[in-house]
């Protein structure tokens, strides 16, 4: 999550616990952006929020660690993209 906080699109904002974490954008469209982005290179996020502007990450609990970096990746990659 650390690497996320480096972009200018995150609201200064990465909320939650443990594994359960949320991104928050300002603009829900962009948020719907990065959900798209991120389903088109193989990793599903949700949206969460009262106007759809938080993308969730809620990995399993029993996720490998390699995974979850990998997943973290597609989510910065995106985010350099847009």
């Given amino acids: 999550m650390k690497m ?3 972009h200018n699109d ?4 990465i ?3 443990g594994l359960v ?9 962009y948020a719907a952006k990065i959900r ?3 389903f088109q290179r193989g ?3 949700e949206l969460c ?3 759809d502007e938080v993308v969730k990450i809620m990995p399993s609990s029993c996720i490998d660690y390699s995974i979850l970096n990998s997943g973290m990746e597609i ?4 985010l350099r993209e847009l």
Avoid: T, Y
Avoid at 10 to 13: A, I, L, N, P, R
Avoid at 21 to 29: A, M, T, W
């Fill in 15 to 17: 909320v939650g616990k």
């Fill in 10 to 13: 995150v609201d200064g904002k």
């Fill in 75 to 78: 989510i910065d990659s995106v």
């Fill in 36 to 38: 798209e982005k991120c």
């Fill in 21 to 29: 974490n949320g991104i928050v954008f300002s603009n829900p469209e």
């Fill in 49 to 51: 929020g009262a106007h």
């Fill in 43 to 45: 990793l599903i996020l």
């Fill in 4 to 6: 996320l906080r480096n």
